[in-house]
T-cell receptor
């Protein structure tokens, strides 16, 4: 089944403790992206990647890192999480920029206390 | 930077009534996409429009892309309880690889 898999689905952590949210897609998509969703603010792009080793900042990149060493994986790293990073995170992929709709993962609900 | 606004933010309709959400971009778009997110779920791609003035239909859903490629609308005819969710538009500006999402319209249906 074609899908984007995120892990974990739920995570509660403490301020300052480094964490990684994994994202993997099995559709051979070039384009991958991370979004965060907050009430009243919609979906805001954190980082995106157009292909292996090619990443760029979205609209809210502060406090996040990403890497794209393989085509299928695009992990999101929070080096020192803070409470304002409590949010619902989505990973998404598409076959090519602008030519295909995004397939989203099921989301990761992160709480930083 | 590019901003995409949607109105209304919330809409409550009686089952069987029509529903429309409007999307407005601060910049000209090369394309517009629409997504639906059910409560507790993730966004699901519905459709993409590319041409100025384009109109596409999916059963009871009608999507339009404005002539100036800065606005779009989604119209649902005779809503059903399965239409419940939040509808997002999203678009790319010319020369920009980022896909910017609108703020979303949350639709609830009164049976």
């Amino acid at each position: 089944e074609a899908q984007v898999t995120q892990n974990p689905r739920y995570l509660i952590t403490v301020t300052g403790k480094k964490l990684t949210v994994t994202c993997s897609q099995n559709m051979n998509h070039e384009y991958m992206s991370w979004y965060r969703q907050d009430p009243g603010l919609g979906l805001r792009q954190i980082y995106y990647s157009m292909n292996v080793e090619v990443t760029d900042k979205g609209d809210v990149p502060e406090g996040y890192k990403v890497s794209r060493k393989e085509k299928r994986n695009f992990p999101l790293i929070l080096e020192s999480p803070s409470p304002n990073q409590t949010s619902l995170y989505f990973c998404a992929s598409s076959p090519r920029t602008r030519r295909g709709g995004y397939t989203f993962g099921s989301g990761t609900r992160l709480t930083v206390v | 930077g590019q901003q995409v606004m949607q109105i209304p933010q919330y809409q409550h309709v009686q089952e069987g009534e029509d529903f429309t959400t409007y999307c407005n971009s601060s910049t000209t778009l090369s394309n517009i996409q629409w997504y639906k997110q059910r409560p507790g779920g993730h966004p699901v791609f519905l459709i993409q429009l590319v041409k100025s003035g384009e109109v596409k239909k999916q059963k009871r859903l009608t999507f339009q892309f404005g002539e100036a490629k800065k606005n779009s609308s989604l119209h649902i005819t005779a809503t059903q309880t399965t239409d419940v969710g939040t509808y997002f538009c999203a678009g790319h500006s010319f020369g920009n690889e980022k896909l910017t999402f609108g703020t979303g319209t949350r639709l609830t249906i009164i049976p």
